[in-house]
């Protein structure tokens, strides 16, 4: 059962919409599958594995939960969430980079403004660099 929870972890995080700034949603997932499968297995059979409700079992089965596990998801999670934010926040930030670069991409989908953006040699902000990096894409 173990290694179905880790799998299923790893799937969870991949597919979902970040300890330093960011990092990406398979290590997040390792991470949490090396801390936490075993606690995961005792204490949230049955909870979907998607990373709001896993968070918030783990966070009522504290007391029975491994200090190990304990001071893992917190990390993980907050590294989600602000993974998931930075994703948000790319078009935004990059939003002036966009219409000044890619105006025939504007109007497509974020990975043609991304493909676009990357395209351009020198002129994109440093900002909206920092966005994309941040966000993972780069």
């Known amino acids: 059962m173990v290694r179905g929870s880790s799998i299923a972890l790893v799937l969870l995080m991949a597919a979902s919409p970040a300890y330093g700034e960011t990092v990406n949603f398979e290590t997040s997932a390792a991470k949490l599958s090396e801390s936490c499968s075993k606690d995961i297995d005792e204490n949230c059979y049955g909870v979907s594995f998607d990373a709001p409700r896993l968070r918030e079992c783990l966070a009522r089965?504290?007391?029975?939960v491994s200090q190990q596990c304990r001071t893992d998801y917190v990390k993980v999670f907050d590294a989600i969430q602000k993974r998931v934010a930075a994703r948000a926040a790319v078009l935004r930030t990059c939003e002036r980079d966009k219409q000044k670069f890619c105006a025939a991409e504007a109007q497509g989908e974020l990975s043609e403004v991304l493909v676009c953006l990357s395209k351009v040699p020198r002129g994109v902000s440093w900002?909206?660099?920092?966005a994309i990096t941040e966000a993972g894409y780069r």
């Open 61 to 64: 089965a504290q007391d029975s």
């Open 127 to 130: 900002g909206c660099k920092q």
